[in-house]
């Protein structure tokens, strides 16, 4: 049995002054979301100035029209109808986008959260989201130390993406968050980390992509996993037909067509616009469909290649996962400026990962990548009317300011996922004094108890194996657990 650690792996105690920064950043933050979630539906952008920021929060209905799709799907089945149909007529939904998630989400989550009023039902959603976050910071707290610890926090408190999660009522954090959390505690909680991964596979299918970073010599994993793919496998029997439209919503032609669209931040529709910018685009939207089902292949295999490659290193667990979550967000076709509130907390599994493998240069590129994620894009500045009755208001911008914008988040992205595949051909660097690195003590995915411990004694390092009844095992079988 494993031992569990007698104390967190970080030890260090923060100066009062650091401590009253984070608190103050808190409040900011609490404030921005205040004034999200105050707003009655059908709000113009004025009543929530951030919303300015945003092509989603300018030019689209809000707050909460997608949330409204769950809350409308859940109704619907109540009501023993099609949860891809027509929402009821006394289910109160102002406006909603169409619904698009899986059949058992709405007949679960979306059924429950359907019992409530739809403006209450939208304020426990987005606490439940912050609840989220704040379990992100205790994660990330815990697993982290010194100067990375703060930046890491600071950039959660921060990022504007969560706050566009909030206008909109999404669900691409949580879901993000569940797989953050899970590969965090791959080896200190081997039951609870395949349970929050399944989790946000439940709300989203994407986070699916990281199971093989989990899957090592432990039961658990296998066990989880097979018994979710069990009962989505009853659920899809029960009702064929739902989930024949699940899938051909989801995995269908991507309809990406290379024209302006000011909300599409995607790496796919970057180039898409960059070609047409510079007047070199070779293909119609057949062949961008086309190129998007092929750079998906692509990435997520290059991905799988960096599990199997860094699954017997130290923060190997991390790297794959990011590999793995990061091959989803720069192969899809349609990603929205809310999905990078994902690709922060992925950022951040690269950043310490690279800390903690002591490649001083990646994970310098790393956190500027992961403050670009938090920053807002220049959108605000270039949609200067703020007409909430224009749907796509980079109909209207010149060829390079359309290419310019998503770059600014799917360049980031493609950086992180390039630093990943790059940590897997390198490793770790050898020689730097202590093995111990930022995810535990010992350098290694395992947590203390579990692994070889380090001790400094008078400029030396000392490695101790770990002992179970009086014996000293493996380093090997300490690392694979």
């Known amino acids: 049995m494993r031992p569990r650690p007698d104390t967190p792996p970080s030890e260090s105690r923060s100066p009062a002054w650091a401590l009253a920064l984070l608190a103050v950043l808190g409040v900011v933050h609490l404030a921005a979301a205040w ?14 100035p951030l919303r300015f920021l945003f092509n989603d929060g300018t030019h689209r209905m809000g707050p909460g029209a997608d949330f409204m799709a769950l809350y409308g799907a859940g109704a619907a089945a109540r009501a023993g109808q099609d949860v891809y149909g027509r929402i009821p007529d006394d289910a109160g939904v102002p406006y909603a986008f169409p619904y698009r998630y899986s059949p058992v989400v709405a007949s679960s989550l979306g059924a429950a959260l359907s019992m409530l ?54 669900f691409t954090f949580a879901a993000t968050a569940c797989a953050f959390i899970a590969l965090l505690l791959a080896w200190e909680r081997p039951l609870v980390a395949p349970l929050a991964l399944a ?24 066990m989880v996993f097979g018994a979710f793919t069990l009962l989505l496998s009853v659920d899809a029997a029960q009702r064929p037909d739902a989930w024949r439209t699940f899938l051909q919503l989801n995995f269908g032609a991507t309809h990406l067509a290379p024209t302006s669209d000011a909300g599409n931040y995607g ?8 070609g047409r910018a510079l007047e ?10 086309a190129a998007a089902w092929w750079l998906r292949i692509g990435a997520l295999a290059l991905a799988c290649a960096v599990v199997f490659r860094v699954r017997k290193r130290p923060h190997g667990t991390e790297t794959a996962g990011a590999a793995l979550l990061l091959g989803h ?34 994970t310098g590129v790393a956190v500027v990548c992961v403050l670009l994620m938090t920053a807002p894009t220049p959108f605000w500045l270039w949609d200067t009317a703020h ?21 600014f988040k ?60 009086g014996l000293e095992l493996p380093q090997a079988d300490a690392e694979l657990g």
């Open 35 to 48: 004034s999200i979630v105050r707003q009655p539906f059908g709000a113009p952008p004025a009543e929530a």
């Open 117 to 170: 009023s739809p403006h209450a039902a939208f304020v426990l959603w987005c606490a439940l989201l912050e609840l989220l976050l704040l379990a992100c910071l205790r994660v990330w707290w815990r697993y982290t130390a010194g100067g990375l610890q703060w930046f890491g926090a600071c950039a959660l408190l921060l990022s504007t993406p969560f706050l566009l999660e909030l206008q909109m009522g999404q």
């Open 199 to 222: 989790a946000g596979a439940f709300l989203k299918t994407f986070p699916l992509v990281a199971v093989p970073a989990l899957l090592r010599r432990r039961a658990e994993p296998f």
């Open 267 to 274: 790496a796919l529709h970057a180039a898409a616009q960059w």
């Open 280 to 289: 070199a685009l070779p293909f119609g939207p057949a062949e961008v469909d």
């Open 329 to 362: 967000f720069v192969s899809y076709a349609h990603v929205w400026e809310h999905h990078y509130a994902g690709v922060l907390l992925a950022g951040l599994l690269v950043t310490r990962a690279a800390h903690g493998l002591r490649r001083p240069v990646v």
């Open 387 to 407: 007409d909430p009755r224009v749907w796509d208001p980079a109909a209207r911008w010149t060829p390079l300011q359309c290419a310019l914008l998503p770059t």
């Open 410 to 469: 799917a360049g980031p992205a493609l950086t992180l996922y390039a630093l990943t595949l790059g940590l897997a051909l390198v490793g770790p660097r050898r020689g730097l004094g202590s093995p111990g690195g930022l995810g535990s003590p010992h350098g290694t995915d395992a947590p203390r108890g579990s692994g070889p411990s380090a001790s400094s004694e008078g400029g030396l390092v000392q490695v101790h194996q770990p002992q179970v009844g």
